[in-house]
Nanobody
Framework: QVQLVESGGGLVQAGGSLRLSCAAS????????MGWFRQAPGKEREFVSR????????YYADSVKGRFTISRDNAKNTVYLQMNSLKPEDTAVYYC?????????????WGQGTQVTVSS
């Protein structure tokens, strides 16, 4: 079982930046692929980004590629999402998630989410 806690959300103007953090309560954090998802009002939850357990492979949704960067610090049990050049359409609740160890899917563990609001 992995407990995930996101932080770093808030209100920012278009063009601004935010960095989200997700702290994981597990002794084997380095065994987990970590992902970020988001859900805007009235829309389905969508994939944003994921990073392999070693940090060597990263993936992004086309909508955020070139603007968002995922990274992880296995010593701190934390994954980050640096969001630059934010747009109003990035407004959503952002969730951190993890599958079982040494797996990529499905995502079994989810955080409570953090709100990101981008004003125009």
């Amino acid at each position: 079982q992995v407990q995930l806690v996101e932080s770093g959300g808030g209100l920012v103007q278009a063009g601004g930046s935010l960095r989200l953090s997700c702290a994981a309560s597990t002794r084997t954090f380095s065994a987990y692929t970590m992902g970020w998802f988001r859900q805007a009002p009235g829309k389905e939850r969508e994939f944003v980004s994921r990073i392999s357990w070693s940090g060597g492979r990263t993936y992004y949704a086309d909508s955020v590629k070139g603007r968002f960067t995922i990274s992880r610090d296995n010593a701190k049990n934390t994954v980050y999402l640096q969001m630059n050049s934010l747009k109003p359409e990035d407004t959503a609740v952002y969730y951190c998630a993890a599958p079982r160890p040494y797996s990529d899917t499905p995502y079994n563990f989810w955080g409570q989410g953090t709100q990101v609001t981008v004003s125009s």
